[in-house]
Nanobody, 123 residues
């Protein structure tokens, strides 16, 4: 069974940094591109970043480009999201999932979601 466990969120002032982690199990981690999504209160979940199976290619939503960095460690079955220069509009619950690309967008691969990790950025 797919399990995704996110951690690393917290409360930070605008301009600060956080590093999120997501430990995955129940699937062949190294064979799946991985991604991060976020959901703010009252809004739909949105794509944040994705990384290829090997980690050699990364993709970002325009809203986080230049501030966030996604990475992965296939030996540890873990994907990371380094978030710098945080803004209040980054406040959301962040989730990871394997991803697939269709049309012009990235979509979550699995229906099992973890509990997510809350990121709150104060102004």
């Amino acid at each position: 069974q797919v399990q995704l466990v996110e951690s690393g969120g917290g409360l930070v002032q605008a301009g600060g940094s956080l590093r999120l982690s997501c430990a995955a199990s129940g699937f062949t981690f190294s064979r799946d591109p991985m991604g991060w999504f976020r959901q703010a209160p009252g809004k739909e979940r949105e794509f944040v970043a994705a990384i290829s199976m090997s980690g050699g290619r990364t993709y970002y939503a325009d809203s986080v480009k230049g501030r966030f960095t996604i990475s992965r460690d296939n030996a540890k079955k873990t994907v990371y999201l380094q978030m710098n220069s945080l803004k209040p509009e980054d406040t959301a619950v962040y989730h990871c999932n394997a991803v697939h690309y269709s049309g012009t967008k990235y979509y979550p691969q699995y229906t099992n979601w973890g509990q997510g990790t809350q990121v709150t950025v104060s102004s």
